[in-house]
């Protein structure tokens, strides 16, 4: 009876220590999973705060980027008034400084462009198709004087003029009663052919547009002649100063019907 006593008792004893080795082991294994949970839940609290933060800095990203395109926009408004009351200044300016001159229709511009290198070439004025300037029309600075006439491109609001000293160009002429034809040198002076020496031509007389070369309507002041010359050909050699200055050219007259 002793000896099945004993056995009964190693035998609770070694269930017992078998049980409390068992709940260690699920202890620990509780313990990892709630060290485990623990981890997960910080990295989503991380992952949630990086979202929150980057969402914000998107959202501040947008706003500036919405902020410069609202600035460049009222940038471009402002640059457009300013250009607005620069027409508005220069129409009053226009207005103010335009002399009478005996056409029904004369626009009058400011002179843009002028080329020192170029200048008996051509120069741009603020004056185009936009005023009802077209090619061809004749040009006079704000006495009347003879000056040019309009050659393309014609923009909307800005044209070329060519110059009667344009070494090419060929403008009718009258001196007294003799008819002729002026042509550019390149320089203030200009040349007229074609008329005959029995002509009385004289150094100081008044040179006027004759109206036959189909741009400049008759009657209008061309330059005074400073030399006359008699020579073995069939004309005289007549030397024309122009009334006009290139170098201080600040208006012209765009004579758009005549």
Same mark, same amino acid.
């Given at each position: 009876m002793q000896e099945a006593r004993r056995v009964y008792l190693v035998f609770l004893?070694?269930?017992l220590l078998l049980l409390l080795s068992q709940r260690s082991v699920a202890r620990r294994i509780g313990d990892a999973i709630y060290s485990l949970v623990l981890r997960v839940e910080g990295v989503g609290a991380f992952i949630s705060g990086a979202y929150h933060s980057a969402g914000k800095k998107i959202r501040a990203i947008s706003r500036a980027r919405e902020v410069l395109e609202e600035n460049e926009g009222l940038r471009r408004a402002?640059?457009?008034?300013?250009l607005k009351v620069t027409r508005l200044r220069q129409e009053l300016e226009r207005i103010k400084t335009q002399p009478s001159l005996p056409y029904p229709s004369v626009y009058f511009a400011r002179t843009v462009f002028l080329n @020192?290198? /170029?200048?008996?070439?051509?120069?741009?004025?603020a004056a185009g198709w936009g005023q009802g300037v077209r090619e061809f029309m004749p040009v006079v600075d704000m006495k009347g004087n003879a000056v040019g006439k309009v050659v393309g491109p014609v923009l909307y609001a800005s044209c070329w003029v060519r110059p009667i000293t344009y070494p090419m160009s060929s403008t009718g002429v009258v001196i007294g009663q003799y008819y002729g034809v002026a042509r550019g040198t390149g320089q203030d002076l200009l040349e007229v052919d074609y008329?005959? @020496?029995? /002509?009385?031509?004289?150094?100081?007389?008044?040179?006027y547009t004759s109206g036959l070369d189909g741009v400049f309507p008759p009657g209008i002041p061309l330059g005074k002649v400073v030399s006359v010359k008699r020579t073995?050909?069939?004309?005289?050699?007549?030397?024309?100063?122009?009334n006009f200055s290139l170098e201080s050219l600040k208006w012209v007259g765009i004579i758009r019907k005549w």
């Open positions: 004893a070694l269930n402002l640059v457009q008034e300013k @020192p290198v /170029s200048l008996h070439l051509r120069f741009s004025v008329i005959y @020496p029995t /002509s009385s031509v004289s150094p100081g007389e008044e040179v073995p050909g069939l004309f005289l050699k007549i030397k024309v100063r122009a």
